[in-house]
């Protein structure tokens, strides 16, 4: 498993939301960050079951928010969405 397969990128949604929790008060983008995670997680989810149109929607999801609402800078939000891109271009 490396930090850029779908269990790394939620490995490393799972340490970022524990790390921005502890270091301050509740913040609306833990909000998104465990969006993302969820979208991820059932996308996941959905490829190991083998329904297809479940993993790539889901992955959608977690697109359009990190798009929609995560800072450009974010190193976590362009690693998965290379990780989106690059299951587009198969």
Do not use: C, F
Not at 53 to 81: C, H, M, T
């Amino acid at each position: 498993m490396t930090s850029t397969d779908i269990d790394g990128l939620i490995q490393r949604l799972i340490d970022a939301i524990a790390e921005d929790d502890s270091a301050r008060e509740p913040d609306p983008s833990l909000l998104s960050m465990d969006s993302v995670r969820q979208a991820l997680t059932r996308a996941r989810m959905a490829r190991d079951a083998g329904n297809e149109p479940a993993y790539l929607k889901n992955l959608e999801v977690a697109a359009y928010q990190i798009s929609d609402s995560w800072p450009r800078d974010s190193a976590l939000g362009a690693d998965i969405l290379g990780y989106i891109q690059g299951l587009r271009r198969r």
